[in-house]
T-cell receptor, first 113, second 109 residues
């Protein structure tokens, strides 16, 4: 079974721009979560989607948004980019009826200049 | 959210055992996890333990859980250079994982 895939792997943007990141979960997984990883703050939860609905949201400003499609693929969008948004963005999917374990993709490395 | 604490660094010799420790504060955590992250990669789920268990063994990995003290440990037997990575402890709040800052394990020949 293929793992979680994320595209693109690397992105360079400038302040004020917006960016869209994509995630394809493991086949059969309907829950998709997004995390931001930075050296200073570590891993922080952004949001979680299930059946095209955002079920949970972390403590991030409204510039961070996401959506999920009927095939469970998910995208996250960051508008009006700031230097502090530079991070590794990780997507994870969870199998149904699981113990909550999440399987992560390789991440998208976003650099904001 | 609640804090998950880990020591930042651990250095061991190849062939020795490694023990990575973690403390958590959310007593309602149902599952606790250990993830491994190699440079430039995402997180790899190593193992997890249900909160009503004391120990779980999976090949070279042994997880010990002391629920009273909210202490979790990961023991890696016969540590190899390929085990050098950052190890994250995480607790589940039901929908999100709350991670520690990670322990950087260096295995020297």
């Amino acid at each position: 079974k293929a793992g979680v895939t994320q595209t693109p792997r690397y992105l360079i943007k400038t302040r004020g721009q917006q960016v869209t990141l994509s995630c394809s979960p493991i086949s059969g997984h309907r829950s998709v979560s997004w995390y931001q990883q930075t050296p200073g703050q570590g891993l922080q939860f952004l949001f979680e989607y299930f059946s095209e609905t955002q079920r949970n949201k972390g403590n991030f400003p409204g510039r961070f948004s996401g959506r999920q499609f009927s095939n469970s693929r998910s995208e996250m969008n960051v508008s009006t980019l700031e230097l502090g948004d530079s991070a590794l963005y990780l997507c994870a999917s969870s199998p149904p009826l699981s113990g909550g374990e999440q399987f992560f993709g390789p991440g998208t490395r976003l650099t904001v200049l | 959210g609640e804090d998950v604490e880990q020591s930042l660094f651990l250095s061991v010799r190849e062939g020795d055992s490694s023990v990575i420790n973690c403390t958590y504060t959310d007593s309602s955590s149902t599952y606790l996890y250990w993830y491994k992250q190699e440079p430039g990669a995402g997180l790899q789920l190593l193992t997890y333990i249900f909160s009503n268990m004391d120990m779980k063994q999976d090949q070279r990995l042994t997880v010990l859980l002391n629920k009273k003290d909210k202490h979790l440990s990961l023991r890696i037997a016969d540590t190899q250079t390929g085990d050098s990575a950052i190890y994250f402890c995480a607790e589940s709040s039901g929908y999100a994982l709350n991670f520690g800052k990670g322990t950087s394990l260096l295995v020297t020949p």
